[in-house]
């Protein structure tokens, strides 16, 4: 019943809205500061290293970021500070929300894994309502034309594959 409600009432669609709108402004407004600010990702990743919790309680994620993050810095202070802007942009706008929604929930999880709690626990939690909703939570943004025409594009394309040279069966 509850998901009925939040997948296809209009209310929830509207209640969704205002929750990614609230999400998306603060996911660009921290990307933003890094991104003209002149982020440098590697302080931070020296001190999840350092951070003896991940170490004993994610030591797969210790290992990750000791070994690949931190020697690549430069790449990912240029994934966060984009990533953190893309994700607010698409929330803001409604625009492949539920894609939005899903890499920011998987950068606030990195985020907590690396020991920071900060607000990341209550974006989760909203998030998963977006997630939940799916199509709903853009249905007030641009996924009203985006969702629809990408159905059409992959529906003709697929159609196309499967029949001959010249539009028969194969």
């Keep these: 019943m ?4 939040i997948r296809n009432n209009k209310i929830a669609a509207g209640i969704l809205t205002i ?3 609230y999400l998306g402004w603060s996911w660009l407004s921290a990307g933003w500061g890094k991104v003209t600010g002149g982020f440098d990702a590697s302080g931070y990743l020296t001190g999840v290293v350092n951070n003896e919790m991940v170490m ?3 030591p797969t994620y210790h290992a990750f970021i000791e070994s ?6 430069e790449m990912f202070s240029f994934l966060v500070a984009w990533g953190e802007v893309l994700v607010g942009l698409g ?3 409604g625009i492949l929300t539920t894609a ?4 920011g929930i998987v950068m606030n999880f990195a985020f907590m894994f690396a020991g920071t709690i900060s607000s990341n626990p209550w974006m989760v939690v909203l998030t998963i309502f977006i997630l939940a909703a799916g199509y709903n939570a853009g249905r007030i943004g641009g996924d009203r034309w985006v969702i629809p025409y990408l159905k059409t ?3 003709r394309k697929k159609v196309i594959d499967t029949e001959g040279p010249q ?3 194969a």
């Design 68 to 73: 690949f993050a931190l020697p690549n810095a």
């Design 167 to 169: 539009g028969q069966a």
């Design 100 to 103: 939005a929604a899903f890499f």
């Design 19 to 21: 929750l990614r709108v």
């Design 56 to 58: 004993e309680q994610y």
């Design 2 to 5: 509850f998901m009925d409600f």
């Design 153 to 155: 594009v992959f529906t």
């Design 91 to 93: 929330l803001m706008l």
